[in-house]
T-cell receptor, first 110, second 116 residues
């Protein structure tokens, strides 16, 4: 089983749609969770950290379910500029080592 | 936010040559930097953790004699791909975490290596 698993997509959605991505992780000892965004041929950039109580940043909402070991990202009112690959990231055996999922590709169309 | 600069952005080299990639934290200091490799349509794979003033820690399956890492100062880490072969062609990305910062990892722009 992969340490971090994501549906690769692509998710093709119209502008204004709401879309959700899930990610599962295998290490129950993981403590830190993040969503990164990566545009084609670019470096990843932090979108948001994921907190136990769930957190929201504008149109983006992240949730953590420790019992089931999954993380979700909800994007409301999708914009064309949201088109990118969204990477689920979890810390590994120690807080310095981050494990990346393969990413979920989102394509928002007009 | 903090800036991490990588150089070169892209490089094409002949098989058997060595290529050096630099990773600099421009406005902060980092005792630890990380080197990742990303093949097309795959996730970032951590290759090694670069520690300032000491030896790098390599992930399982990564040859330390092939991928030489030097972290000579708190703002610079270098990755040298020695005797590069076509299968080493990939996107190499570094990241750094600011000493005493929020814990966020800042990534360099990445270096695309093509070995002919």
């Amino acid at each position: 089983r992969k340490e971090v698993e994501q549906d690769p997509g692509p998710f093709n959605v119209p502008e204004g749609a709401t879309v959700a991505f899930n990610c599962t992780y295998s290490n129950s000892a993981s403590q830190s969770f993040f969503w990164y965004r990566q545009d084609c041929r670019k470096e990843p950039k932090l979108l948001m950290s994921v907190y136990s109580s769930g957190n929201e940043d504008g149109r983006f909402t992240a949730q953590l379910n420790r019992a089931s070991q999954y993380i979700s990202l909800l994007i409301r009112d999708s914009k064309l500029s949201d088109s990118a690959t969204y990477l689920c990231v979890v810390n590994g055996d120690n807080t310095d080592k981050l494990i990346f999922g393969t990413g979920t590709r989102l394509q928002v169309f007009p | 936010g903090a800036v991490v600069s990588q150089h070169p952005s892209w490089v094409i080299c002949k098989s058997g040559t060595s290529v050096k990639i630099e990773c600099r934290s421009l406005d902060f200091q980092a005792t630890t930097m990380f080197w990742y490799r990303q093949f097309p349509k795959q996730s970032l794979m951590l290759m090694a953790t670069s520690n300032e003033g000491s030896k790098a820690t390599y992930e399982q399956g990564v040859e330390k004699d092939k991928f030489l890492i030097n972290h000579a100062s708190l703002t610079l880490s270098t990755l040298t791909v020695t005797s590069a072969h076509p299968e080493d062609s990939s996107f190499y990305i570094c990241s750094a975490r600011e000493i005493g910062g929020t814990g966020e990892l800042f990534f360099g722009e990445g270096s695309r290596l093509t070995v002919l």
